[in-house]
Nanobody, 124 residues
Framework: QVQLVESGGGLVQTGGSLRLSCTASGNGFSLNIQGWYRQAPGKERDLVATVASDGRTNIAESVKGRFTISRDNTKKTVYLQMVDLQPEDTAVYYC??????????????????WGQGTQVTVSS
């Protein structure tokens, strides 16, 4: 199994910056796609950004130019650097990973995991 621990959320003023981190731990796995989603009150959970194991990124249009996603494979950590934050960025941000799970004697399994969520609040 894979456990995800997020950090870095908080309260900032409009135009401020935050960096979210999500570290994976466990045994017998590798990380394929890592990403961030967010869910504002009363709304669906939406994709913010993803980064593949080869470094390719996918960024939502609403945050393009303001948010940057990166990963450190040695630390099994994905980061979301957010600058020029706006009130509409207020949401719970969730880390998401697609992992390959290796079990001796069994086929590799591809499993999706979610973090517990971290609150980002941008005041106007």
């Amino acid at each position: 199994q894979v456990q995800l621990v997020e950090s870095g959320g908080g309260l900032v003023q409009t135009g401020g910056s935050l960096r979210l981190s999500c570290t994976a731990s466990g045994n017998g796995f590798s990380l394929n796609i890592q990403g961030w989603y967010r869910q504002a009150p009363g709304k669906e959970r939406d994709l913010v950004a993803t980064v593949a194991s080869d470094g390719r990124t996918n960024i939502a249009e609403s945050v393009k130019g303001r948010f940057t996603i990166s990963r450190d494979n040695t630390k099994k950590t994905v980061y979301l650097q957010m600058v020029d934050l706006q009130p509409e960025d207020t949401a719970v941000y969730y880390c998401n990973v697609l992992a390959s799970i290796f079990t001796p004697g069994r086929p590799t399994r591809f499993t999706e995991y979610w973090g517990q969520g971290t609150q980002v609040t941008v005041s106007s």
